[in-house]
């Protein structure tokens, strides 16, 4: 299949997943197209099957805020036509939905039918979906997708509850890699540079928005420290990144948490860790928690959102009340205070985390894809017969 893939080339989140499932595809020998206004983070071009289109945006006077979604629906006319793309992946519903819709409806007037796939993600959803200027236009881009699939039940329920859906959403959950967890054994481990061997390492990765409740990690590492030997490494960066370094310096433990702002090598730090903490007022999904398990990482994280559908509680982790600091606390040192108890939720997360493995979503993707360029073809040879 020829597919072009519309996304956020963004550090976390849908920009990720979409870039991997791109790379994933076209390692299985679909072909696929980029477009989006950067190339994403994790894009890797040495693949015959992997393309990247830019969408440059003119600058003109005229225009207060440049019309990406514009450019963008021209650009994937123009692509389309130039590699006979059979299908449009879109994921978040604004603006990448609408700028599809617009593209399809482009395509149609030159007799070109191709179906979309959208993938929603969470904030596209919850926050900026449900803003009164963008509900209609978000509304109106999910009921004309060809399909439509959400990251979590989760998601699905709140999209059916905020928005007048007529279409059906599939539930595809995240994936990770989980061939690309495995650090190379030849490189020296660096985890004597973060910690000293007696402390265990807890880890947060994230936007630092104010979602993720970067107060909370700070707290509830507070407490842990005070118990046990600890050390916190927080990646990331963000709007709230400087109030956590404010409060550090408050409590008195500057010396023990460690900033290291965005970084490529997520895999390594969290295979020095012993502990992921994702405290947040909502997640779609919880991607940063499954990207932990796959290093074998338990998590402590609250109960919100579609955590509970990643993270087991007792099993991979323990899941709380949204801003419960001392059951957290409390949960993450029932894990770390003993090797034994410590390791078995280092197990029990890497298996959890394989379920979630890219070789068993990828096939759900393409089984969608199939069926929806099949159905796009009935359909243009019934409109056929008809005239």
Request: proline share 5%; aromatic share 8%; charged share 25%.
């Amino acid at each position: 299949m020829k597919i072009a893939i519309v996304c956020y080339p963004t550090f976390g989140g849908s920009g990720v997943v979409a870039t991997e499932l791109g790379l994933e595809l076209a390692r299985r020998g679909h072909e696929i197209h980029f477009i989006t206004y950067s190339q994403p983070v994790r894009l890797a071009l040495l693949n015959a099957n992997v393309h990247y289109h830019e969408v440059n945006v003119p600058e003109y006077p005229l225009f207060h805020y440049q019309p990406y979604e514009l450019a963008l629906s021209s650009k994937l006319v123009d692509m389309v036509k130039l590699y006979q793309i059979e299908l449009l992946h879109v994921h978040y519903a604004i603006p990448h939905a609408y700028a599809g819709y617009m593209a399809k409806q482009m395509l149609k007037e030159e007799g070109i039918k191709i179906p979309m796939v959208t993938t929603l993600h969470g904030t596209d959803i919850t926050l900026v979906g449900n803003h009164p200027f963008y509900k209609p236009a978000v509304t109106f881009s999910i009921n004309k997708s060809d399909v439509v699939t959400s990251v979590s039940q989760s998601l699905k329920d709140n999209t059916l509850k905020l928005f007048d859906i007529k279409k059906e959403i599939v539930v595809i959950p995240n994936f990770i890699e989980l061939d690309t967890k495995k650090i190379d054994s030849d490189i020296p481990c660096y985890r004597s540079v973060l910690a000293k061997q007696e402390e265990r390492i807890i880890t947060h990765i994230s936007n630092f928005r104010k979602v993720k409740r970067i107060p909370d990690v700070i707290k509830i590492f507070n407490k842990i420290q005070k118990k046990i030997p600890a050390k916190l490494l927080m990646v990331g960066d963000g709007p709230e990144k400087e109030k956590a370094e404010r409060l550090c310096n408050e409590l008195g433990i500057a010396d023990k948490v460690i900033f290291f702002g965005n970084s490529n090598e997520i895999d390594r730090i969290l295979s020095y860790s012993d502990l992921f903490l994702l405290p947040s007022e909502t997640e779609s999904f919880g991607l940063a928690a499954l990207e932990a398990m796959a290093c074998s990482v338990p998590v402590i994280s609250s109960n919100s959102g579609g955590l509970p559908e990643v993270n087991f509680d007792g099993f991979s982790g323990y899941l709380s009340d949204v801003g419960n600091v001392d059951e957290m606390a409390s949960n993450a040192l029932k894990i770390l205070k003993e090797d034994t108890i410590l390791n078995k939720f280092k197990q029990n997360a890497l298996k959890t985390a394989r379920k979630f493995d890219i070789k068993n979503i990828l096939p759900l993707y393409e089984a969608i894809y199939h069926k929806a360029i099949e159905d796009s073809k009935e359909k243009a040879v019934l409109s056929k017969k008809k005239i």
